[in-house]
């Protein structure tokens, strides 16, 4: 797994994501130097959780799941990549963002991020990313909401284990129109879904902390 320079097709592919549509012609050429993309099998991981990063992930093919540590019974939790039990709270689609919670505040990952299937992904370092947001601000203002709709998630997914932290997690597709029998829904992690992006709700199952999760 390695990060290639950009070429004439990978750079066509990531213009024409959305969010950059509004990019004029005459300003890729300030930009393409800086940018680079990866190629991930399903179950390779982008990046882990707890890990600094200043770089801002766009998904330009495929699908990233989001993934946060599942806390263990003694308070401490199992972030190494591939290892332990997560809890899937979110996936990121074509044209979706990853790590904005990190490149916004030059810190750690809140999650890890896993690619689902076959997943190409562009990296831009966080003043590509800011040369970007002073083009268009709205895709400064796709990133804090992306950010602060999975700081939101990774609180309550925390909160709960606290208040649950005898059963189990089960991960369920947010669809709000067709709870599953036995599942109890929370409707704050319905809340800013996104074109391309699948968000998971909690619910309770009776079996001990880690039977149900993924």
């Given at each position: 797994?390695?990060?290639?320079?950009?070429?004439?097709?990978?750079?066509?592919?990531?213009?024409?994501?959305?969010?950059?549509?509004?990019?004029?012609?005459?300003?890729?050429?300030?930009?393409?130097?800086?940018?680079?993309?990866?190629?991930?099998?399903?179950?390779?991981?982008?990046?882990?959780?707890?890990?600094?990063?200043?770089?801002?992930?766009?998904?330009?093919d495929?699908?990233?799941?989001?993934?946060?540590?599942?806390?263990?019974?003694?308070?401490?939790?199992?972030?190494?990549?591939?290892?332990?039990?997560?809890?899937?709270?979110?996936?990121?689609?074509?044209?979706?963002?990853a790590?904005?919670?990190?490149?916004?505040?030059?810190?750690?990952?809140?999650?890890?991020?896993?690619?689902?299937?076959?997943?190409?992904?562009?990296?831009?370092?966080?003043?590509a990313?800011?040369?970007?947001?002073?083009?268009?601000?709205?895709?400064?203002?796709?990133?804090?909401?992306?950010?602060?709709?999975?700081?939101?998630r990774?609180?309550?997914?925390?909160?709960?284990?606290?208040?649950?932290?005898?059963?189990?997690?089960?991960?369920?597709?947010?669809?709000?129109?067709?709870?599953?029998?036995?599942?109890r829904?929370?409707?704050?992690?319905l809340?800013?879904?996104?074109?391309?992006?699948?968000?998971?709700?909690?619910?309770?199952?009776?079996?001990?902390?880690?039977?149900?999760?993924?």
């Amino acid at each position: 797994m390695s990060w290639q320079a950009a070429d004439p097709r990978s750079l066509r592919q990531l213009k024409r994501l959305p969010l950059l549509a509004s990019i004029e012609h005459e300003r890729w050429p300030s930009l393409e130097p800086h940018i680079a993309f990866l190629d991930l099998d399903a179950g390779e991981h982008l990046f882990a959780a707890g890990r600094e990063s200043e770089r801002l992930f766009m998904v330009v093919d495929g699908e990233l799941g989001l993934d946060m540590p599942a806390p263990s019974r003694a308070g401490g939790t199992r972030d190494a990549p591939g290892t332990g039990a997560t809890v899937r709270l979110q996936s990121r689609g074509r044209g979706q963002t990853a790590g904005d919670f990190a490149v916004l505040n030059g810190g750690a990952h809140l999650v890890s991020a896993v690619a689902t299937r076959r997943t190409r992904v562009a990296g831009l370092p966080r003043f590509a990313f800011e040369r970007l947001a002073g083009i268009d601000p709205g895709i400064l203002a796709h990133v804090y909401d992306r950010a602060a709709t999975l700081s939101r998630r990774v609180t309550l997914a925390r909160a709960f284990v606290e208040l649950f932290g005898e059963v189990g997690l089960r991960i369920v597709a947010a669809d709000a129109t067709k709870p599953s029998s036995g599942q109890r829904r929370n409707p704050d992690f319905l809340l800013g879904r996104a074109e391309g992006e699948q968000d998971f709700g909690i619910g309770v199952a009776s079996l001990p902390l880690g039977d149900r999760v993924k």
